[in-house]
């Protein structure tokens, strides 16, 4: 392979090497434009609340309450991350006071609604389940049946957003 693609380590090689030969070609954008052509309308902080709050509603009805869902501009940098949850307690007088809070990536305020729909998925998949382990990704193909195909396709955006500069654009 003449590309290293970190995104896509724990992949087959045949798969890497398939993406390799259409970064070699530069038609790795073009094929990710011609899969998923328009990209999604949730543009803000309270348009996200209600996507991520309408998915919660649908398949999680019984975990704890969100307090705070936002895209984040400083995710990326942090360790590679994609999306963020967490549990954040405070000590109020005598009262433990916990908040579960999600966070994405502002890298996906413009792709496909299926790669935002990916990410929301993951992160209240950790409401449930904190590791990523074998119920987790029950969960997540539960929420979403084509989770892990949809994981691929967002780490090949990430390689290719990564290698060119790729961004989708609204059509």
């Known amino acids: 392979m003449s590309v290293s ?3 896509l380590s724990h992949y087959p090689v045949q ?3 398939q993406i390799s030969t259409l970064i070699d070609k530069n038609q790795l954008g073009s094929w990710l434009r011609s899969k998923y052509p328009n990209v999604h309308t949730v543009a803000n902080d309270n348009e996200l609340r209600d996507y991520v709050l309408e998915l919660k509603n649908r398949y999680m009805k019984k975990t ?5 869902v936002v895209y984040d501009s400083k995710i990326h940098i942090v360790n590679q991350a994609l999306g963020l949850h967490s549990y ?3 000590v109020q ?3 433990l006071k916990s908040k579960n809070e999600l966070r994405v990536s502002t890298l996906f ?10 990410i929301v998925v993951h992160e209240l998949a950790h409401l449930k389940e904190k590791q990523h382990n ?34 989708f654009t609204p059509q």
């Not at 704890?64 to 705070?68: A, E, G, M, N, Y």
């Not at 305020?109 to 990916?118: A, G, I, S, V, W």
């Not at 987790?136 to 990430?158: N, P």
């Open 5 to 7: 693609l970190p995104y």
């Open 15 to 17: 798969i890497q090497q």
């Open 64 to 68: 704890q309450p969100l307090s705070k």
């Open 88 to 90: 954040v307690a405070r």
């Open 93 to 95: 007088g005598a009262k």
């Open 109 to 118: 305020k413009q792709t496909p609604e299926p790669f935002l729909n990916m």
């Open 134 to 167: 074998k119920a987790f990704y029950q969960l997540c193909q539960h929420m979403l049946a084509d989770y892990h195909q949809l994981e691929f396709e967002v780490r090949v955006y990430l390689t290719e957003l990564d290698r060119s500069g790729f961004v």
